[in-house]
């Protein structure tokens, strides 16, 4: 079991930054590939960003590469979403989550543990 809480959402505007953060308890964080996943209102919940247990693999939606950074700290059980040049399209309910697939990054369904999510605002 791994229970995730985030933080850091908010209200940015347009071209501006923030910073996500996950903090993970339970069973050992390092063992799991994380990743951020977003929902954005009446929008089904797609693939963000997600990074391997070592910290060396990384994979981006399309949509965020090069504005978007996935970091991790196994050491101090959590994991961060760095989200510059933020464009309104990117409001949405921001989740972190966890999984013990090998075989894939970016599947919805491989993710077994999530968290509550935080809001995240860009106003133009």
């Known amino acids: 079991q791994v229970q995730l809480v985030e933080s850091g959402g908010g209200l940015v505007q347009a071209g501006g930054s923030l910073r996500l953060s996950c903090a993970a308890s339970g069973s050992t964080f390092s063992r799991y590939t994380m990743g951020w996943f977003r929902q954005a209102l009446g929008k089904e919940r797609e693939f963000v960003a997600a990074i391997r247990w070592s910290g060396g693999i990384t994979s981006y939606a399309d949509s965020v590469k090069g504005r978007f950074t996935i970091s991790r700290d196994n050491a101090k059980n959590t994991v961060s979403l760095e989200m510059n040049t933020l464009k309104p399209e990117d409001t949405a309910v921001y989740y972190c989550?966890?999984?013990?697939?090998?075989?894939?990054?970016?599947?919805?369904?491989?993710?077994?543990?999530w968290g509550q999510g935080t809001q995240v605002t860009v106003s133009s």
């Open positions: 989550a966890a999984s013990r697939a090998t075989w894939t990054m970016s599947r919805l369904g491989e993710y077994a543990y």
